[in-house]
């Protein structure tokens, strides 16, 4: 099975601009998760899609949104980007052991490589 | 989120064992622990899990205390592939498990 992939790995833009991360999980994975992670906060959520429906947010701006297709695939944007939003960009998929789409406390996430985005 | 603490960092030399403690006194008797590990410039990757007894696996061993407020994992033979920050992870039953909330994590490095 092929494993979670993210494009594009790198990206570079400027403060201002917007972004769109695109992540494709594992086949037949319906959940997605975001994570950020920079040197100084380390890995923090930022949201979660099932069934193309954000079931939570973490603590960020409205700024950072992401969507769900029907094929599981999620994406993420960033609109006016700040330099402190450099830092890689994790996507996570689980396969949903409980029925109804409640995630149980040992499901696993599977990671992709991340996007490392830079903004100048 | 019940916390753990974990060491910064750590030393080892390749193929031999290394224990990586983490601590977890505020957990509660539905949380499983987890152990992630991230190497370098890769995402993190699943390692091991469990809920009180310990755990085997073919990456690495997962050893919890009776009293569950501190586990420790287990690899068996270091090997240089092994070097990695470990974030050890509690992950509850309500209804926002879907997230991992990941601390600073141990530095594993291994000597060759």
């Known amino acids: 099975k092929a494993g979670v992939t993210q494009t594009p790995r790198y990206l570079i833009k400027t403060r201002g601009q917007q972004v769109t991360l695109s992540c494709s999980p594992i086949?037949?994975?319906?959940?997605v998760s975001w994570y950020q992670q920079t040197p100084g906060q380390g890995l923090q959520f930022l949201f979660e899609?099932?069934?193309?429906?954000?079931?939570n947010k973490g603590n960020f701006p409205g700024r950072f949104s992401g969507r769900q297709f029907s094929n599981s695939r999620s994406e993420m944007n960033v609109s006016t980007l700040e330099l402190g939003d450099s830092a890689l960009y994790l996507c996570?998929?689980?396969?949903?052991?409980?029925?109804?789409?409640?995630?149980?406390?040992?499901?696993?996430?599977?990671f992709g490589p991340g996007t490392r985005l830079t903004v100048l | 989120d019940a916390k753990t603490t974990q060491p910064n960092s750590m030393e080892s030399n390749e193929e031999e064992p290394v224990h990586l403690p983490c601590n977890h006194s505020t957990i509660s008797g539905t949380d499983y622990i987890h152990w992630y590990r991230q190497l370098p410039s890769q995402g993190p990757e699943y390692v091991i899990h469990?809920?009180?007894s310990n755990v085997n696996n073919r990456m690495a061993s997962l050893a919890i205390a009776e009293d569950r407020k501190s586990s420790t994992l287990i690899l068996h033979r270091a090997t240089l592939r092994d070097a990695a920050v470990y974030y050890c992870?509690?992950?509850?039953?309500?209804?926002?498990?879907?997230?991992?909330?990941f601390g600073k994590g141990t530095l594993l490095t291994v000597n060759p």
């Open positions: 992870i509690l992950r509850g039953s309500g209804g926002s498990n879907y997230k991992l909330t």
């Open positions: 469990g809920l009180t």
């Open positions: 899609y099932f069934s193309e429906t954000q079931r």
């Open positions: 086949s037949g994975h319906r959940s």
């Open positions: 996570a998929s689980s396969s949903v052991s409980r029925a109804g789409g409640t995630t149980s406390s040992t499901d696993t996430q599977y």
